[in-house]
């Protein structure tokens, strides 16, 4: 899947996987949560991936607005590699900006539109699987059609027409990625839901009487948390990549505010790629260990709710 | 069975006029139309050629007329002809569709030969350096943008190491050549590759850790390496099907998704149509190119779900 | 087991699916023009005597002179152009460089020192050189002045061999006023609107353009309304087409014709052999150029999207020359294997504020102001590195714009003029700026502007690329909404360009005056205007203009910043290649025919 280019299809497999991925409450022990938690602390990479990403979030949020702002258009300020200018760490870009800030600043913009964007997106995506797959009959039919509609629709054109309708803007943007990435969740949601709903345990809590709502909230939903983190992990991986190349068609955050994207579109200019490598390499290694780190995390959760993949108990 | 296929056929008529009618009112929507993309903005201005270009196009019609227009033509085959160089829109998108799927059909061929070993050994070897490398490698192709990638890969590639040509489908002077043509597809397939490796290696390792992981390990111990190449076989039967099916969800994105790619490398695909259309509001390309790809997410999507509730009984649409 | 079965057929279905796809690699249809186009009189060709006297080839060694490549491929991307693969030479504003290969004018441009325009580059030397004859020999000015005759060159003939005559040229004019011409817009022939006859015809309610008269096959007169001294200057951006070909396809259909995809005609250096969408054009030498055959065999034009592949597919070799932006100059004037040529682009890089949205910039003191707040030196010595010069009005040649200053960076002065003003601005909002330029450089160049603007006058502006041209024309033009704008204006060949911009008969959308609500009417500089048309002393004209100069850099219609350098990167291979980044592409002699490139 080109996750790097419009679309993820992360999950997918799980739409089909025969219900055995799925958790079910099992035998007296210790409690699956509990399980589900030792088996993901097993999972080195994965605690790497969140060491790692707390650093960065860290540095994210103590990093200075203002420093990444500030341009110094100076002759000697401009372009200046990193430890050439006292202070500037990491050195200068075109306009004399400090490149260290402006990388943490911009991992801030990036992280914030990545983790909202995906939380609108799975929560999209949730209330639209779980009607359709639980409802089923024409329900379903109707939800799942409109979101075959949406997964037909350029992309682009999709992006352009809002971004001119909602204004440029971070907020606009974080609405606009969840909307164009709930479709997938939803489809695989749904098919989770579906499985489930033939379970003999579902069919049981029917005969006896529980609500609709409550069968949801009780059942289902505790059910697909498994496929639903997972999804949302990959899904903030996929945004972050997603957003620099937005960058490149001019559908980006904007500029002055900085973002991963937007700092790594100085590299369509070779000059900028082959000479000035501190004013990419920064961001490029931020995004790269940013979305390594969330895809081990993903997958450690992924093993942890997976019970049979571990050669544990 | 059958009434179900028959009952999903039939409601995607309606689902695919729905779509034609959402994108076309979304092209209206966007800022500006045909004449302000034809228009340059260094030269001034010119209102005649403005009221020309609207006669032209109908651009003064109410919407739901052009929509009728529009549809009327394209059920008799007649999808126009393109704003930026008056060449018929279905030859263009047709065109477009052949080159497109070359590149990301190879792609994905790429992403599934690599990925699927790739994860079969990741799964082999849970946790273990090899795992680590692999899955980190894979990962690292689609941590960058496509678009970083891309002029990286040419610069590196390209220019540096003089390994392949930069950007196009073949050399330009040439006789055609399938050699040429292959090297011209191989930076492109594999930068588009990494992300289906990626997920190829995720779940097929995924899939066959469900399976066999511990008795992969005992059997090769207690009956030896045959053994558990018997077992493993058997396991990749059960990673077969998730497989399929993410082939399955996978061809839309054959048809327009390598938007970024095919620009860098001025690959003509749909993904680099797409974009030139919605540059000059060129509403008869876009609905063109909109065409093939609802078409293709339609019937993608509706092989996937037969072949899931085909597969378990217990899932079936009423 | 049917379970298997059934996935077993629908993988067949999809591996044979995609295998299909795979098999044949897919070359666009491949539109190429019939073959041996014969020709139908003998061609004016030079005599079999006149052949150089050929040195035997003993006397020079083999590896002295350089063995020649038949064909030069290159890419026309960036601003020149019209960023589609496939344009036509009635297209407004683009590629006019590229079809200058396969068309010619009327008359054309000579650049004046193209050796040490290379070198020894000058940002304020004339871009539009000496007019020189093209297809006309020669032209001269009737005594009442109101009429232009054209005595063509003889022996010109078409690339089918049809002899080229005065007919073409009525041909083209009115194929370009007539509505009914679907090849929108036919931006060139402009220049022929005071012409008599026009607007009847535009109207319908003539069926030629009674202004233009055939004399005979050589011999072609222009007739205007009012007395137009710069038309032989302003005519030379129109290609003429030939009556033969073009005239057989109905107006109506001339857009989707397969004749410009197949077998264009022009009385060029090359014509036309084939177009692969997508892909590239490809042009072959003719033979009977009236300046002589071309030393090339083929000029193939390569397609691309993104300028960075361009430049470097240039750097390896693949194509002999592309544009490049001023931040890539440094890096291949160190390319041994480069020539950079840069050259003025006769584009002024201006900004609007919208006084319609927010009245307190309809106060001259206020756009003062913001003309002295702008470091505009700094910006070009540090995000430019030197490539624009500043600008006092709109003219960016020095005969028009002699002794006007432009206004100097004072932030001290600008603070001063806002200071009546100053709880207006107060109150602004943060101000969308605006652009439609897509390129980093623009971006830096947007930012430090507004920094200035927000150190010195406590503005607050956005930058805003909207890459998305028709987003932005609407966003200017039609919706005028606007906050502020940075964008490009063409700024000649003539003071004539100011025409459109402040005369009050071209009160948007008539004309581009006023475009954001701000009409300008100024009596004198409409006089100046008018008069400076029919001016035939030079020196008189010129004067005219710099006065049109001086007006406006005071009253600040349009605030125009800087005229840019831009830059084309040329292998070393290239022999004898002429090429300046003028507007559109320009209308320029360069040498086609004489280009050469080494192995």
Known sequence: ?313 | MITFIIRRLLVSIPVFLGITVIVFVFIALAPGSIVDALLRPELGYDPAAEAAIIKRYGLDQPLHIRYIRWLANSLQGELGYRVASGAPVSSEVLRGLKNSTTLTGTAMLLGISIGIPLGVLSAVRQYSKADFVLTGVTFLGISLPSFMLGLGGLYLFGLKLRLVPIGGMMTIGKEPNFLDFLRHLVLPALILGFGYMAIFLRYTRAAILEVVHLDYIMTARSKGVTGAVVLLRHAFRNALIPIITLIGLSIPEVVGAAVVTETVFGWPGLGMMMVEGIQDRDFLLIMGVTLVLALTVLVSNMLTDVAYAYADPRIRYN | MKKQIWFSTVVAVIASLMLASCATPAPAPVVEAPAAVPATEAPAAVPATEAPAAVPATEIPATEVPALRDTMIAAWVGPCCNGNDWVTPMDSGGDAHWFSKIYSRLTTFEVLDPIKQVVDYDSNSGVYGKLTGDLAESWAVSDDKLTWTFNLRKGVTWHDGVPFTAKDIKFTVELCFNPKNTMNPCHYVAAANGVVGVEEYKTEKATEVSGVKVVDDNTISFTFVKANSLFPVTINELFILPEHTVGKIKPEGMKEAEYWKTSQIGTGPFKWVKWEAGVSTELAAFDNYWRGKPKLAKIIRRHFEDTAAALIAFDAGEIQFTYITADEVARERENAEAVVHPGNSGVDNAMQFNSTKYPVFGNIEVRQAIMHAIDRQGIIDNVYEGAASMVSCLYGLPNLNAGVKPQQYDPALAKELVKPFAAELAKLPELQFDTYYADPLSLNVMTAIAQNLKDNLGLNLKPMQMTDGAAWTKRYYKDNASDVSFFGAANGPTGDRGFSYFHSDNAYPIGSNGVTGRFYKNATVDQLLTDARADFDTAAQDAKYQQVCEITKNELPNMYVWQTVRFHVVSKKVNDIIIIPAAGGGSYYDAAELWTVNE
């Open chain 1, 1 to 313: 899947m080109p996750t790097h280019g419009f679309d993820t299809t992360e999950m997918a497999v799980s739409e089909v996987a025969p219900p055995s991925v799925v958790q079910i409450v099992g035998p007296v022990g210790v409690s699956p949560g509990r399980r589900a938690l030792g088996r993901f602390l097993r999972h080195r990479l994965a605690i790497v991936g969140l060491i790692t990403i707390g650093l960065i979030i860290l540095l994210a949020i103590i990093g200075s607005q203002e420093a990444a702002l500030t341009m110094n258009l100076k002759m000697g300020f401009t372009n200046q590699p990193p430890g050439k200018l006292p202070g500037y760490l990491l050195g200068t870009d075109a306009l004399g900006r400090d490149i260290l800030a402006r990388t943490i600043v911009g991992g801030r913009v990036s992280i914030l539109v990545a983790l909202f964007s995906v939380s609108i997106s799975t929560g999209i995506g949730t209330i639209v699987g779980v009607t359709a797959g639980y409802l089923g009959g024409w329900v379903d039919l109707a939800l799942m059609r409109f979101v075959d509609i949406v997964l037909s629709f350029p992309v682009i054109l999709l992006l352009l027409v809002v971004a001119y309708l909602i204004g440029p803007g971070l907020v606009q943007m974080i609405l606009m990625i969840g909307f164009v990435t709930w479709a997938r969740g939803a489809r695989i949601i749904r098919g989770q839901v579906v499985a489930l709903r033939e379970m003999a345990f579902i069919e049981a809590a029917r005969v006896i009487g529980i609500s609709d709502i409550r069968m949801v909230m009780t059942h289902i939903l505790p059910n697909i948390i498994a496929p639903l983190v997972v999804f949302a992990t990959f899904g903030v991986a996929n945004v972050i990549v997603f957003e620099a190349s937005l960058s490149y068609l001019g559908l980006g955050v904007q500029p002055p505010t900085p973002s991963w994207g937007n700092l790594l579109h100085v590299t369509r200019v070779v000059s900028v790629l082959e000479r000035h490598t501190w004013l990419w390499v920064p961001p490029a290694t931020m995004i790269v260990l940013m979305v390594l780190a969330v895809n081990f995390v993903g997958d450690g959760l992924r093993d942890a709710f997976d019970q049979r993949s571990v050669s544990d108990d």
